[in-house]
């Protein structure tokens, strides 16, 4: 009898895990489609578009990177995506951290008025302010440079949030200890707080990265060199570049995406717990 | 005790809360503040680069002008259109998912990742890819499995104006969903489990577990994922920009292509600023709707 039982639900167990894992595999089709086309001959990726061959390398070749490589400054473009990121990612960990300690944990005379501030910007999209901020930053000189993509997305009402309510949690006691040695603010904050509150900075990278990485519209309004674009933009205007060839824009998509799936694999225990306090802590 | 020596005040300037602030605090009012309050001044005024007319004060004209902008109007009704379709599709699926790949099974990790991935990349990648799925023809990916399946026969899914918007929803979703799923799943994972063994207990099977212990315990992050889409729905920009411009006619325009249009291919900056307005307005809705069905579930709790 539970015997039986104990078959029946195996075999429901085998037949939940074949349901999940081949819904999975049908999500990932097009990705799937975009690595076989980057390894096909140009035209293959069309002409075979329309049967299971548009899902394998029927005629493996390297040739479409090779392009890449040759018709745009691939290199360029990614090193500009990294810089940008490395320093909203960068800046926004220091000055939002630093916000978010000294709301959570200090009193000061004005504090309740910039918790205020702060919560009131979280509103704020970028697409609200984009059009202005683009004049702004023309008459600062910013057109076709990194800071201009940079410095606008460093200090970040969401980080701001997320360190107040993580710091607002943090364990008294270890502060404590510090101040009773004469530490100061700063040098608690540096040397105590942030080496503990290592998901904190992860959770604010991740989501930082997930934000700002895939940014089209800014750049698109605020750059017109290749010398500064990143990525996303690479990608559409290699796309209207002249002869279109599938392969190439697939082998494009597939190079640039690699960083953020390694990225993410390796550090997929921290992404997960990132977006759970994002979505579930609040 | 006298931890304040001689570097005393230089040191205590230094350690003052304000100043740990401060860097945030300048940022985000002269790159978020300023620009906002420009873009509410602006949109009262006739401001347009290059034109001979001298700046003025034109009050809400910007305002009614927009109101009888039959484009305008289209674009908002697609952002409504695109919100009311995509959230709660969306959500659903992100649901689905994330109840499919909880608990332990063979080819979890496979499940997990391949859901997630989508999600890592960003919006313009995938418009640009989606549009050799979308080619016209028999010859397109997605016409060729519509034939397959015997449900459509070929057709040019982006210059249509009846299937253009589904097809940017589609695409967006694919894209979307990842995110929501991870979301969604951290707070499954969160519920206590004896919720769910006293309810086993009280006799309640599946589907009325799901219904009197996950949904309610999962009302906040849910919230979350609903106010999220939302807004995104109507930030929506990057694949109008890049697969249809706003085509075919008025079909896929949006609140954002449109202020972007005006501003950078008409010049008209008071106009452009205008629609951003609006955009805020909405956003400010929706994040109040979410703020507070957020609360009702703070003080049921």
């Known amino acids: ?282 | 005790m006298s931890s304040v020596r001689r570097s005393g005040r230089a040191a205590r300037i230094l350690d003052a809360p304000l100043l740990l602030t401060l860097p945030a605090l300048v940022g985000l009012l002269l790159f978020v503040g300023l620009p906002f309050a420009l873009a509410v001044g602006m949109s009262f005024t006739n401001l347009r680069l290059g034109s001979p007319l001298p700046l003025e004060w034109v009050g809400l004209e910007q305002y009614t002008r927009l109101l009888g902008d039959e484009t305008f109007r289209r674009a908002l009704v697609n952002n409504a259109y695109f919100a009311a379709v995509i959230v709660p599709v969306q959500t659903a699926l992100a649901l689905a998912a994330a109840l499919a790949v909880d608990g332990s099974f063979r080819g979890r990790g496979f499940a997990r990742a391949a859901f997630f991935i989508p999600a890592l990349f960003p919006m313009a990648m995938v418009a640009v890819v989606w549009e050799l799925i979308y080619a016209p023809g028999a010859q397109g990916p997605l016409n060729a499995v519509g034939q397959a399946l015997g449900v459509w026969m070929p057709r040019d899914f982006l210059r249509d104006p009846v299937l253009a918007m589904p097809s940017l929803m589609v695409l967006s979703v694919w894209q979307g969903m990842g995110l929501q799923m991870v979301i969604l799943l951290a707070g499954l994972q969160a519920i206590p489990r004896d919720l769910y063994e006293s309810a086993r207990l009280d006799g309640a099977g599946a589907w009325s577990r799901f219904v009197h212990v996950t949904l309610p315990q999962l009302r906040n992050p849910l919230v979350f994922v609903v106010v999220i889409t939302a807004l995104l729905a109507f930030r929506l920009f990057d694949q109008v920009q890049i697969l249809t411009r706003g085509g075919p006619g008025d079909a896929t325009t949006t609140v954002m292509y449109e202020a972007v249009t005006a501003a950078f291919t008409r010049q008209q900056v008071g106009a452009a600023s205008a629609m951003s307005v609006v955009f805020f307005c909405v956003v400010v809705l929706i994040t109040a709707l979410g703020r507070r069905a957020f609360r009702q579930e703070a003080s049921t709790a």
Do not use: C
């Open chain 1, 1 to 282: 009898m539970s015997a039986r039982a104990t078959r029946l639900r195996r075999a429901l167990s085998s037949a939940r895990s074949i349901v999940v894992v081949v819904a999975a595999a049908v999500w990932l089709l097009p990705a799937v489609f975009v690595v076989a086309g980057s390894f096909k001959p140009d035209a293959l990726v069309l002409s075979e578009a329309n049967g299971w061959r548009a899902l394998w390398p029927s005629h493996p070749t390297l040739s479409n990177y090779g392009d890449v490589l040759r018709r745009v400054q691939f290199g360029r473009i990614l090193f500009n995506s990294f810089v940008i990121n490395l320093g909203i990612v960068g800046g926004g960990l220091v000055v939002n951290s630093l916000a978010g300690y000294a709301l959570a944990r200090l009193r000061f005379r004005g504090r309740a008025l910039i918790l205020a501030i702060v919560l009131a910007l979280l509103v704020v999209p970028l697409e609200a302010i984009a059009v202005p901020l683009f004049y702004q930053m023309t008459v600062l000189g910013g057109r076709d440079t990194y800071w201009a993509q940079i410095l606008p997305f460093v200090a970040n009402a969401f980080s701001v949030y997320l360190f107040y309510s993580f710091f607002l949690d943090f364990p008294r006691e270890l502060e404590e200890a510090a101040r009773v040695d004469g530490a100061s603010t700063l040098r608690t904050f540096v040397e105590v707080v942030v080496p503990n509150s290592a998901p904190a900075f992860a959770s604010v990278t991740i989501v930082t990265l997930l934000l700002y990485w895939g940014l089209y519209l800014w750049p698109l309004m605020i750059t017109s060199s290749v010398d500064v674009r990143p990525l996303p933009l690479g990608l559409a205007s290699f796309r209207t570049l002249p002869p279109l060839q599938w392969g190439d824009i697939m082998a494009f998509a597939v190079m640039m995406v690699v960083p953020a799936i390694v990225l993410f694999l390796a550090l997929q225990r921290w992404f997960v717990a990132g977006i759970a306090t994002v979505g579930v802590k609040r």
